[in-house]
């Protein structure tokens, strides 16, 4: 008799549904996955929808440090040793969000190198855009931190279709995230709309012409 072969492991496809050790939670608009200082204990990974991703110092003073989307990891501090959240999730949107138990996530990147593959190549894409964010912060004005943001949010640069049309989103968060003052975020957004770069009525379309002021310094507004 021939020998029946098991199906190559599809990481995706494994992502797609609740089994042993990992389950699906839709979550609503504000809604929290985990806070700060919670027991860390699994791995969670973004179907559809945004996060925010927010920490409190000891003083109180809250700072949002970044927003996810679909395809992302959070929380995975857990497998490296992490025994409490430093940070707290929550939902920007509906959100779909599949948990992954912390053993079942060792045991995927010890037995399942697709899966691993996937998972660093998410490690090393997070890594380089902490690296960039940096540079972000230290050498480019608060204009063009605010452009590189909303280009962020709206998926362009990244793979699949890009998501002009963002979830409604604060200007009080943009000015957090970006480290300026709402009020220049105000003055940013109106310019942007006067060259055409964004469309924004409560809701923010981002144009494929903003990514130039971001990549072509002969581009940038003068001010």
């Known amino acids: 008799m021939a020998k029946r072969h098991n199906p190559p492991f599809d990481p995706k496809a494994f992502l797609c549904g609740a089994g042993k050790g990992r389950s699906i ?31 409190v110092s000891d003083r109180g003073k809250e700072a949002i440090v970044s927003i996810l989307g679909p395809d992302d990891f959070f929380g995975e501090g857990c497998i490296s040793g992490q025994t409490l959240r430093t940070a707290t999730i929550d939902a920007m949107s509906e959100s779909v969000v599949v948990r992954i138990e912390k053993e079942e996530m060792v045991r995927l990147l010890h037995e399942e190198p697709s899966f ?11 890594t380089m855009r902490v690296e960039a964010d940096l540079i972000d912060q230290l050498f480019n004005s608060s204009e063009r931190r605010l452009a590189r943001l909303l280009l962020i949010l709206a998926n362009y640069g990244n793979e699949g279709k890009p998501e002009p049309l963002l979830a409604k989103i604060s200007q009080e ?13 105000s003055f940013f957004m109106n310019r942007f709309r006067k060259l055409g770069f964004i469309t924004y009525n409560g809701h923010i379309e981002v144009h494929k012409s903003l990514l ?7 581009h940038q507004i003068k001010n």
């Open 116 to 126: 691993s593959e996937m998972f660093m190549t998410h490690l090393l894409n997070r």
């Open 25 to 55: 939670t839709t979550y609503r608009k504000n809604q929290t996955v985990f806070s700060q200082g919670e027991p860390a204990n699994a791995v969670f990974y973004i179907q559809k929808g945004k996060m925010r991703v927010s920490v």
């Open 173 to 185: 968060t943009l000015a957090e995230m970006i480290g300026t003052t709402r009020s220049r975020v």
């Open 212 to 218: 130039n002021l971001v990549l072509h310094e002969q």
